[in-house]
């Protein structure tokens, strides 16, 4: 399709209302109008929607794999196969995710990421790395590798920063020696900081927003809910991710990780305003795997998957998931019951906030990237565009 096409016969989901029947005109990759009276533009092509949702793509900022492949692997091609995977499933920005690791496989992912960065063109735009770890707590590292779990250290993490501009946030407990400064240096560099698998208390969750930290990632995943101390009660981050307005939230809304009631409590209390939906997705996702490796696939931790989640061989804990965007908002849907337009707040507006590209993603407007998904009353995803690349078309039958 041409740089200059309008999607047609639509029900349009802007920030404020689903138009019933409109179109969208894209010019050379942008929004260039909505027009809720469908009226054809004859000069350039067109797509009927054929009554079907037209959304805003969706983002994911915490995702570590698809299709097979974990961007710990450290390929190029691994990394263009992950993006075109999820763009399958409407997602049309990511932030790629790793896992705890030594210092050297960072910044060979890094390298990777920036070659992978400038040939990606048929699948999922990249927003930047999200390091997850290893700065965590020992009790709360899930699936995370112990070997490397370790205080935050400035000669460490300086030459990393050095990187700033590949990197969209960094992941790490705030009760680790060091932590606290380290968030400050993050914020300094222009770095997203998040509280992670973490043993922390009120009391720590407040110093780490004060220090710059400002998002809880995957809410109720690793991380201490109340606990007791000489008989005395204290929050944990659960608690405190909830309590305080200064933190935004990630949701892994696969239903596994988080069943009904826990997402109706988030939303509840959070509002859609400061949830972001998350995959966590490993490897294993889009395929039909029963045995993978969360990680790289030489030396990652091998994982089974059943009950639509991934797990530890002995069941101990979950090792991310194997869902796609489109399940997300299923979910939040059917079992939070969350209006759809809300949900897509969720996909889209909100984690383009937090990841400091709302200028340009995360809604249907004018002048923002033509990022767009075209979806069924299922969710069933039928178009994909990226920048007003037409990178998906479902085939029918």
Request: aromatic share 8%.
């Amino acid at each position: 399709m041409s740089k200059d096409f309008q999607i047609i016969n639509g029900k349009i989901i802007t920030p404020f209302e689903i138009l019933p029947k409109a179109s969208l005109w894209v010019k050379d990759g942008k929004i260039a109008q909505i027009d809720r009276n469908n009226e054809l533009r004859p000069d350039i092509p067109q797509l009927d929607a054929m009554g079907e949702f037209v959304s805003p793509g969706f983002i994911d900022i915490h995702v570590h794999g698809g299709g097979g492949c974990d961007f710990m692997d450290g390929e190029v091609s691994g990394f263009l196969q992950i993006a075109e995977l999820h763009a399958r499933y409407g997602t049309t920005a990511m932030v790629p995710t790793t896992l705890t690791s030594e210092s050297a496989h960072l910044f060979h992912t890094l390298e990777v990421y920036e070659q992978a960065l400038a040939q990606n063109q048929r699948g999922a735009a990249f927003l930047g790395l999200h390091l997850e770890g290893p700065y965590f707590a020992m009790n709360q590292r899930g699936a995370q590798d112990p070997r490397y779990i370790r205080d935050p250290d400035p000669k460490e993490y300086e030459p990393i920063l050095e990187k700033a501009h590949l990197i969209n946030r960094w992941s790490a407990a705030p009760e680790r020696k060091g932590a606290l400064a380290f968030g400050r240096r993050l914020r300094e560099c222009g770095i997203l900081a998040a509280i992670a698998h973490t043993d922390a208390v009120y009391e720590e969750v407040v110093a780490a927003v004060e220090s710059g930290y400002s998002l809880s990632t995957h809410l109720y995943s690793g991380m201490s809910g109340v606990t007791r101390r000489n008989a005395f009660r204290f929050a944990g981050v659960i608690e405190s991710s909830l309590l305080l307005d200064e933190l935004d939230v990630e949701v892994i809304g696969d239903g596994v990780h988080l069943p009904a009631p826990f997402l109706k409590l988030i939303y509840k209390v959070k509002g859609p305003d400061k949830i972001a939906l998350i995959t966590d997705a490993m490897r294993a996702a889009g395929t039909s795997s029963t045995e993978s490796v969360l990680g790289h696939q030489e030396n990652g931790l091998s994982v089974i998957v059943e009950d639509g989640v991934a797990k530890l061989p002995d069941r101990s804990s979950f090792a991310g998931s194997v869902a796609t965007c489109d399940r997300l908002v299923r979910t939040m849907m059917q079992e939070g019951n969350v209006p759809l337009i809300q949900v897509i707040r969720m996909m889209s507006t909100t984690p383009a906030r937090i990841s400091g590209v709302q200028d340009r993603k995360g809604s249907l407007a004018e002048g923002k990237d033509a990022d767009i998904v075209v979806f069924d009353d299922d969710i069933r995803v039928k178009h994909t565009f990226v920048e007003g690349r037409h990178v998906y078309a479902a085939t029918e039958g």
